[in-house]
């Protein structure tokens, strides 16, 4: 099983990559249309933290032996699934507008459809439960448990530097008429 598990982080890491390849994309594009980016300093750490996931996983399933069971790794990968199938869609609702930065544009307003109808911010969530999830689908619990924790400690800068950056973007009509929370 554990080649099975490395299959797997190979495939989570080319997907990373492929969002990174998209998301230089839509910067590039954003900030040539005027958009400015917002807390660049913590952009590096959460690179490190998301890179570290990765190779946690591995090495610790290796290192310390962990063994695959059924009964919490196929959940936790349909959870990893879940979750990846969350990202894109937070991805393909936002286009342009989404980059793992915080880039935005005075004159875009804000989404509020797909899954940002109902959650601020949902790629968030995707994260979360992927950065517990993927360890724990071969048992790498202290992964899972590190890199919760730091990302808790990640994203409460991540969410504060982007909901500021938020508030100069256009409201857009459904949110201002009260129609969406």
Known sequence: MVTAYVVLLVAVTLERLLELIVSTRHAAAMLARGAKEYGAGHYPAMVV??????VGCLVEVLVA???FIPALGWPMLVVVVAAQA???WCISTLGEQWNTRVIVSATMP???RGPYRRLRHPN???VTAEGLALPLVHTAWVTALVFTVANVALLAVRIRV???ALSTAPVPPSVSDGQCV
Do not use: C, F, K
Not at 49 to 54: D, K, Q
């Open 162 to 164: 982007e909901n500021g």
């Open 86 to 88: 969350l990202r894109w």
């Open 49 to 54: 933290l998301h890179a570290a996931l990765l």
């Open 110 to 112: 804000l989404v509020d």
């Open 124 to 126: 968030y969530v995707a």
């Open 65 to 67: 032996d962990r063994p």
